[in-house]
């Protein structure tokens, strides 16, 4: 080598810090694929995938193979780097091929390259398979030994090197994931694919129609005033009761109408005939589990019922889409508006308007882990029933009681308080 040309020396140095480079990209682009990506790339059978996937399937042989292949340029490089450099300035060289090699390495064959390959992991990692499987092959009694002694320590330290990392998604990471799509999903997309997630954290009567909003059939009332109910109805299905709405008997389904009427008015026992069972749902069943019970039991309307069996609401199949797509535009009766927005821009909202579609509707936060209607939230925090006129802070939220009806609050002015420091 001593008597090798200058020239020569200096190819095979470019070379081997070219190599270095190689086997440093290689690292980071491999490490940094999207393993999800990568995952559909395999099933679409792209090559560069399907090779990377077998590489990534032991990371502990993969990364010895590269700092092997690494370690040995490196060295090499530094024993031509020192040749050349006595060859020019004697002695002294060795410190200067020291400085300038380690300075070079630094720029051409780590940072450069690793920087490269964590901005375009597939551009790099997938063409450096094509090399990296092979040489694994050549090379794998050197990668096997040197594997054996670094898992025998690991394992000394308690850890399995063969052991693969637990690649399941919580739904909180999921949902990081979505909301980070960007452009790569439609905003509306992402909304309901979050919407999705949301239905474990939410149950039945966070959404249901309360009791005293059930629109349905008493049996009890006259011919007449049944017959009033069923014309002015907007809705497919009725529930049926006698007496009170905790005794509910059945469900009318609206298409079965010219059963229950004929020439001379109502059938009562036609009615009772025609109406289906009613099915009963617990309150705090999470809105992803009733929704596979409407599909099992193929029903559209559940009777939400607490522990002791009293009725609390409604809730319907389309209730649960709409938390997931949004309210339906078909609708044949828009529901009455609880929130007006006032100049001044605070708001005047119904007392009885629900937690969560005050959250949605104003982007806010109020508490949905209590009450369920503004009222009661007003109430809960007040901790009794105070005088029209009342006000409160609840976090930023300043909210003010406008009219009170017995118990109930039944109008409040709601705003934010702006932070004094804006």
């Known amino acids: 080598m001593n008597d090798a040309p200058l020239g020569l020396l200096f190819s095979i140095l470019a070379a081997l810090i070219f190599l270095s480079g190689f086997f440093s990209s290689s690292e980071t682009g ?50 031509i780097a020192t040749v050349i450099a006595i060859r020019l300035w004697g002695d002294a060289g060795i410190f200067i091929a020291t400085a300038a090699l380690t300075l070079v390495i630094l720029i051409f064959s780590e940072i450069t390259p690793k920087t490269l390959a964590a901005l375009y992991p597939e551009r790099v990692a997938f063409p450096a398979s094509i090399v990296l499987w092979p040489m694994l092959k050549i090379f794998y009694p050197l990668v096997a030994a040197v594997n054996w002694v670094t898992n025998g320590l690991l394992h000394l330290l308690g850890v399995d090197a063969k052991k ?92 079965n109408i010219s059963r229950i009427i004929d020439s001379h008015g109502l059938d009562r026992k036609a009615l009772e005939r025609e109406m289906e069972k009613p099915y009963f749902v617990p309150e705090s069943t999470p809105l992803h589990t009733q929704l596979l019970n409407f599909q099992q039991k193929k029903h559209r309307l559940g009777v ?68 369920k209607t503004l009222s009661g939230l007003i109430l809960e925090y007040l901790e009794g029933f105070p005088d029209a006129n009342a006000g409160l802070s609840i976090g930023p939220y300043r909210l003010e009681i406008l009219e009170l009806a017995g118990n109930v609050v039944q109008a409040v002015r709601a705003d934010t308080v702006k932070d004094e420091e804006d």
């Open 30 to 79: 491999m490490m940094s694929l999207n393993r999800y990506r990568l995952k559909h790339l395999q099933n679409n059978r792209h090559r560069g995938a399907i090779r990377a996937g077998k590489l990534l399937d032991r990371p502990d042989r993969l990364i010895g193979l590269i700092l092997i292949g690494n370690n040995l340029v490196n060295i090499f490089a530094s024993a």
């Open 164 to 255: 693969q990392n637990d690649e399941h998604v919580s739904s909180d990471e999921l949902r990081t994931i979505v909301t980070d799509a960007g452009k790569l999903i439609p905003a509306r997309h992402r909304g309901m694919l979050l919407n999705i997630l949301d239905l474990e954290q939410v149950s039945v009567d966070d959404i249901m129609v309360p009791r005293n909003e059930v629109y349905g059939i008493d049996l009890d009332d006259s011919d007449e005033d049944i017959m009033r109910v069923i014309q002015t109805s907007s809705h497919t299905r009725l529930p049926v009761w006698r007496e009170d709405i905790n005794n509910i008997v059945g469900m009318l389904h609206m298409r």
């Open 304 to 371: 939400v019922v607490d522990e002791y069996g009293d009725i609390l609401g409604l809730v319907a199949l389309e209730d649960i889409l709409e938390e997931i797509v949004g309210e339906f535009t078909s609708n044949l009766v828009d529901s009455e508006d609880n929130i007006f927005p006032q100049r001044d821009g605070s708001y005047i909202i119904a007392g009885t308007a629900n937690i969560r579609e005050i959250n949605k509707s104003l982007d806010w936060s109020l508490p949905t882990d209590g009450p």
